[in-house]
């Protein structure tokens, strides 16, 4: 699997920013959509939103208006900027590949990063 490495997690007061970063190390061609999902305590992962190749979005109704997902193709980074910022945000994010292609030809299935948390305070 391609590593993933997610920084930029953190504790904020409500209505701050964060801004979260992952990273795809390796010899890559390219990458489908990558996304960002997160989980708080006691409940399922959730999609937060989500980026195609071609820089299509979508995202979960709960962060529309607030979240704004992006990539960098040539840095094969994946960000998210969080802005007004709400408790109900708290968790912990993980970073998603759906398909990582190699410059060698092979590819990798769906990966994820270790997760980064997120905490914010009322």
């Known amino acids: 699997q391609v590593q993933l490495v997610e920084s930029g997690g953190g504790l904020v007061q409500a209505g701050g920013s964060l801004r979260l970063s992952c990273a795809a190390s390796?010899?890559?061609?390219?990458?489908?959509?990558m996304g960002w999902y997160r989980q708080a305590p006691g409940k399922q992962r959730e999609l937060v939103a989500r980026?195609?190749?071609?820089?299509?979005?979508d995202y979960a109704d709960s962060v529309k208006g607030r979240f704004t997902i992006s990539r960098d193709n040539a840095k094969n980074t994946v960000y998210l900027q969080m802005d007004s910022l709400k408790p109900e945000d708290t968790a912990v994010y993980y970073c998603?590949?759906?398909?990582?292609?190699?410059?060698?030809?092979?590819?990798?299935?769906?990966?994820w990063g270790q997760g980064t948390q997120v905490t914010v305070s009322s």
């Open positions: 980026i195609t190749s071609g820089s299509r979005t």
């Open positions: 390796g010899t890559i061609f390219s990458i489908t959509t």
């Open positions: 998603n590949a759906a398909k990582t292609y190699y410059e060698s030809g092979a590819y990798s299935p769906e990966s």
